[in-house]
């Protein structure tokens, strides 16, 4: 692992180089609260550098048959896998998360990731018509180009390589930026990259901060298109600052999800499930299901059972093997949940269980962001908390009447990513599935994901979709061909 002295450069033309500006930020490793490493603190004109390396890369990887970049990235995979232990440590130390998390959801999914749409290119159909007899049309699905990807800090590898996949896979190529609180595993990943033999310029990493690089990347004419995971209100000013050079825009972008739990629902089932959609990656996970709403006649046994088990997560040292909650990914956002934890019980919210940082963990973490798993309940359904995406380790538990009342109450927000509905009636799981607004709805389960199906949100969780065919479709552009008889 790096020491602080240790560098986190940029990945441009197939090179790991310092800043243009040479400056560096500290990078903080959440569970202890001092840095570990320095990160390039890029800007414009780095950005430049790499957009014109991605741009002189386009010709021939674009070019180069499916095959060939098949093979390519399938190596990236195998690489992946054979760096798991590497790439998990250093997702726990940028993160916070527990090392438990990293090693069995993050890497392997990035792996995942890398083999899906490697192997899905090499699968691809393409559409013919014939128009009475007078024309034959085809349509050819062309990469774009260069492409800007933006992600953020709660799944830093995970989310970076669902966009790196599919966009190298259809032939672009790319200029990528982590999260700034986030950076090192962006960095081992070019490192693998190189070694698998991608060719250089194909994927260039700036590091560096919103403002300075990713704006850059969103405004940059030789970039055409944005695909961007992050907050609703970065999100607007992605589409801001695409939308009159008319570039395509995929926006990933915040939830306040939905947890409905019926009282015919398996309750064990159903309260594993929703510690686990409340509590994963310590809440910062834009799927959770921060928001539980729970069928009256069940409600008392559900809160106290569910409480319960909030309460056995084991707390630590997100690098012990047995940590089940780890580290806040800031001192910034856990100030963030500190504010409404302390906003609930302005609103009249009672604390079912945690509510406070927890005592400290071990000598070497006794400076770190730790809160503990926080349920509140008795809060009025249409309250700020109830409303507000906290991203940490917060939830709510509010009762409910009928299912048209907890429809209501579910789709009665700015959001609509995703969702849970616990319930063993099929006709009712089926009828709730089709009325709750959200681009995903998880029945008797939570983050059961298949790779081929699409992925994304309504309202202010986002634009498009990512995820099997329709992430070759935005990373590809449709061209008909119509040929006179
Ligand atoms: O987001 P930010 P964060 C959401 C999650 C929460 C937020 C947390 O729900 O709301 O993201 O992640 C860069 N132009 N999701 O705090 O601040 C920034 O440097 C261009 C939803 O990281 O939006 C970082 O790399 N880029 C998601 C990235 O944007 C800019 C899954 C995200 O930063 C920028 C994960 C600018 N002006 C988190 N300003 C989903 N729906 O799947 C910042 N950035």
Same mark, same amino acid.
């Given at each position: 692992?790096?020491?602080?002295?240790?560098?986190?450069?940029?990945?441009?033309?197939?090179?790991?180089?310092?800043?243009?500006?040479? #400056?560096?930020?500290?990078?903080?490793?959440?569970?202890?609260? =001092?840095?570990?490493?320095?990160?390039?603190?890029?800007?414009?004109?780095?950005?430049?550098? &790499?957009?014109?390396?991605?741009?002189?890369?386009?010709?021939?990887?674009?070019?180069?048959?499916?095959?060939?970049?098949? #093979?390519?990235?399938?190596?990236?995979?195998?690489?992946?896998?054979?760096?798991?232990?590497?790439?998990?440590?250093?997702?726990?130390?940028?993160?916070?998360? *527990?090392?438990?998390?990293? #090693?069995?959801?993050?890497?392997?999914?990035?792996?995942?990731?890398?083999?899906?749409? /490697?192997?899905?290119?090499?699968?691809?159909?393409?559409?013919?018509?014939?128009?009475?007899?007078?024309?034959?049309?085809?349509?050819?699905?062309?990469?774009?180009?260069?492409?800007?990807?933006?992600?953020?800090?709660?799944?830093?590898?995970?989310?970076?390589?669902?966009?790196?996949?599919?966009?190298?896979?259809?032939?672009?190529?790319?200029?990528? =930026?982590?999260?700034?609180?986030?950076?090192?595993?962006?960095?081992?990943?070019?490192?693998?990259?190189?070694?698998?033999?991608?060719?250089?310029?194909?994927?260039?990493?700036?590091?560096?901060?919103?403002?300075?690089?990713?704006?850059?990347? +969103?405004?940059?004419?030789?970039?055409?298109?944005?695909?961007?995971?992050?907050?609703?209100?970065?999100?607007?000013?992605?589409?801001?600052?695409?939308?009159?050079?008319?570039?395509?825009?995929?926006?990933?972008?915040?939830?306040?999800?939905?947890?409905?739990?019926?009282?015919?629902?398996?309750?064990? /089932?159903?309260?594993?499930?929703?510690?686990?959609?409340?509590?994963?990656?310590?809440?910062?996970?834009?799927?959770?299901?921060?928001?539980?709403?729970?069928?009256?006649?069940?409600?008392?046994?559900?809160?106290?059972?569910?409480? &319960? /088990?909030?309460?056995?997560?084991?707390?630590?040292?997100?690098?012990?093997?047995?940590?089940?909650?780890?580290?806040?990914?800031?001192?910034?956002?856990?100030?963030?949940?500190?504010?409404?934890?302390?906003?609930?019980?302005?609103?009249?919210?009672?604390?079912?269980?945690?509510?406070?940082?927890?005592?400290?963990?071990?000598?070497?973490?006794?400076?770190?962001?730790?809160?503990? *798993?926080?349920?509140?309940?008795?809060?009025?359904?249409?309250?700020?908390?109830?409303?507000?995406?906290?991203?940490?380790?917060?939830?709510?538990? +509010?009762?409910?009447?009928?299912?048209?009342?907890?429809?209501?109450?579910?789709?009665?927000?700015?959001?609509?990513?995703?969702?849970?509905?616990?319930?063993?009636?099929?006709?009712?799981?089926? #009828?709730?599935?089709?009325?709750?607004?959200?681009?995903?709805?998880?029945?008797?389960?939570?983050?059961?994901?298949?790779?081929?199906?699409?992925?994304?949100?309504? =309202?202010?969780?986002?634009?498009?979709?990512?995820?099997?065919?329709?992430?070759?479709?935005?990373?590809?552009?449709?061209?008909?061909?119509?040929?006179?008889?």
């Amino acid at each position: 692992m790096p020491t602080e002295q240790e560098k986190i450069r940029n990945f441009i033309d197939g090179k790991f180089v310092e800043p243009v500006g040479n #400056r560096y930020l500290d990078n903080i490793e959440p569970a202890t609260g =001092k840095p570990y490493s320095r990160v390039a603190d890029s800007d414009s004109a780095d950005v430049e550098l &790499a957009a014109a390396a991605a741009e002189k890369a386009f010709p021939g990887w674009s070019r180069a048959p499916a095959v060939e970049r098949s #093979r390519i990235l399938l190596r990236i995979a195998d690489l992946i896998e054979r760096d798991l232990e590497k790439l998990a440590r250093a997702e726990s130390i940028d993160t916070g998360k *527990p090392l438990s998390l990293a #090693r069995s959801l993050d890497i392997p999914r990035a792996a995942s990731n890398f083999r899906f749409f /490697a192997t899905a290119i090499l699968h691809t159909e393409s559409e013919a018509h014939i128009t009475d007899g007078i024309a034959f049309n085809y349509t050819l699905r062309l990469p774009l180009g260069v492409v800007g990807l933006i992600s953020p800090w709660n799944l830093p590898l995970y989310l970076l390589t669902w966009k790196i996949a599919p966009a190298l896979a259809c032939g672009n190529t790319a200029v990528a =930026k982590p999260s700034e609180l986030t950076p090192m595993t962006a960095s081992l990943l070019c490192e693998i990259c190189r070694e698998a033999g991608l060719p250089n310029g194909v994927l260039n990493v700036v590091q560096g901060t919103g403002q300075n690089v990713g704006a850059a990347i +969103t405004a940059h004419p030789k970039i055409v298109a944005i695909s961007f995971t992050g907050g609703t209100v970065t999100g607007r000013k992605v589409a801001e600052s695409c939308a009159p050079m008319f570039k395509k825009v995929s926006l990933e972008l915040g939830g306040k999800n939905p947890n409905v739990v019926f009282a015919d629902a398996d309750l064990d /089932a159903a309260i594993a499930g929703s510690v686990r959609s409340s509590f994963a990656n310590q809440g910062q996970v834009c799927l959770c299901g921060s928001r539980v709403f729970v069928e009256r006649s069940a409600y008392p046994e559900f809160v106290e059972r569910f409480a &319960a /088990a909030a309460s056995k997560l084991k707390m630590g040292d997100p690098l012990e093997p047995t940590t089940e909650q780890g580290a806040i990914v800031s001192s910034t956002q856990l100030e963030k949940v500190k504010y409404y934890v302390d906003l609930a019980k302005q609103e009249g919210g009672s604390i079912a269980l945690g509510g406070s940082a927890p005592d400290p963990i071990n000598e070497r973490c006794q400076n770190g962001y730790f809160f503990r *798993p926080t349920v509140i309940t008795d809060l009025p359904v249409a309250c700020r908390v109830n409303r507000e995406e906290i991203f940490g380790p917060v939830i709510t538990i +509010t009762p409910f009447d009928s299912e048209e009342e907890v429809i209501g109450y579910a789709n009665d927000c700015d959001y609509g990513l995703a969702s849970s509905v616990w319930t063993q009636n099929l006709n009712r799981a089926h #009828r709730v599935a089709e009325h709750i607004h959200t681009g995903t709805v998880w029945v008797n389960c939570w983050m059961v994901r298949d790779l081929r199906v699409p992925f994304g949100g309504m =309202k202010q969780s986002g634009v498009g979709r990512e995820g099997g065919d329709e992430a070759l479709r935005f990373f590809t552009e449709p061209k008909n061909v119509c040929i006179a008889k």
